[in-house]
């Protein structure tokens, strides 16, 4: 299984510029995890906190036990090795073609025959779809490729712990719904942690484990999906439906007179923007069929069903609700499709990454 991530009070600033701060969270070990937040929240920079390439000015950061905020540069070095980074251009060499580039850690990092080496670098290419370009130059391929190869690359010494940068930038919806599907069956395979930072709404609404929050130098709210997709916190509502409507402005903050001008706008039948309004837990998507059943989402809902009895009314019925149709589905898949048991998380029937409108009513958050 993957290695647990742990933060304790980090806080970080560059200069007088505070990005965020006090953050505390622990990213369960196993699961597919994802940050959102709007632009210029210290997402990004979050990540590379994490992976030690900055530091906090306060707090812990605990890799798998080991608190990299004290450790020495040679306990630092083999934490690294812990983790696959997907960057969001895909960082990849532009003079190495993509087999080198996707072989650059094996040859780095390990001491593995060349024969090795192409064995593992094909079926990381053929994982991610681009067996037969290995030979390209990233320059001869498209952004959604480069992306492409830049996991392949990010997985070839079998990591631990996933980070993943907006892995949306650059593709169209379609291939960000492949990409969000490869993550799921990667954890399916390898029982990996995964970190995603993204803007999308559809992937965060409908890949993720677990949704946290950054948001006006603070860590809004980070926890099971059940608990923020149901959460009425009004920067939560308003993120996750990409409404002008809430306390996110084009600078980021807005002061109330101008939320009682855009309120007043919308009342007056302006259009707020965003997609419909989607309430309540929508269905996540499945590893695909034949794949190992992942077991994130069970211990997700043990997880869920433990804190349960703290939320309120309306959260409890519609979570509940989420957890009786999870059930049914395992209990149609067992029937219908052998190879898929146990697999399925809140998904009623869905495949292709998109999402139903809800129909439960959200709740404050913890």
């Not at 998904?347 to 999402?355: I, P, T």
Request: proline share 5%; glycine share 10%.
């Amino acid at each position: 299984m993957g290695a647990e991530v742990r933060t304790e009070n980090i806080t970080k600033s560059f200069g007088r510029q505070n990005i965020w701060q006090n953050v505390t969270l622990t990213i369960p070990p196993g699961e597919v995890s994802l940050m959102v937040g709007p632009s210029g929240t210290g997402k990004s920079v979050f990540l590379k906190c994490l992976i030690g390439l900055l530091m906090p000015e306060q707090g812990h950061i605990y890799i798998d036990g080991t608190d990299i905020t004290t450790c020495s540069n040679k306990e630092l070095y083999e934490i690294r090795k812990l983790f696959g980074v997907l960057f969001q251009d895909g960082a990849l060499f532009g003079s190495m073609d993509l087999f080198d580039n996707v072989a650059f850690p094996l040859r780095e990092h390990t001491k593995k025959n060349e024969s090795e080496i192409k064995r593992i670098v094909m079926e990381k290419l053929e994982l991610v779809g681009l067996l037969g370009a290995e030979n390209k130059l990233p320059g001869e391929i498209s952004g959604g490729m480069r992306k492409r190869a830049g996991l392949a690359r990010a997985l070839v010494l079998d990591p631990q712990i996933i980070l993943v940068d907006e892995p949306d930038s650059g593709l169209d919806p379609v291939r960000t719904t492949y990409i969000s599907q490869l993550f799921l069956d990667i954890n399916a395979q390898i029982d990996a942690t995964f970190l995603i930072v993204s803007h999308n709404i559809n992937l965060a609404r409908t890949v993720p484990d677990n949704i946290g929050m950054l948001f006006r130098r603070n860590l809004v709210m980070f926890g099971p999906r059940e608990v923020l997709l149901t959460s009425d916190e009004p920067v939560v509502k308003q993120f996750l439906n990409g409404r002008m409507i809430g306390p996110i402005g084009m600078s980021e903050e807005k002061d109330e007179a101008q939320m009682a001008q855009e309120q007043a706008m919308v009342e007056a039948g302006h259009h707020a923007g965003g997609v419909e309004e989607v309430e309540g837990i929508v269905p996540q998507m499945k590893a695909a069929p034949g794949m190992p059943p992942r077991q994130a989402i069970k211990r997700r809902q043990d997880r869920v069903r433990e804190i349960m009895h703290t939320l309120p009314h309306a959260a409890q019925v519609a979570i509940q609700n989420d957890l009786d149709s999870s059930a049914e589905d395992d209990d149609d898949r067992t029937e219908v499709l052998p190879a898929y048991e146990g697999s399925g998380g809140s998904h009623r029937g869905y495949d292709d990454g998109g999402y139903d409108e809800g129909v439960t009513t959200p709740h404050k958050h913890l």
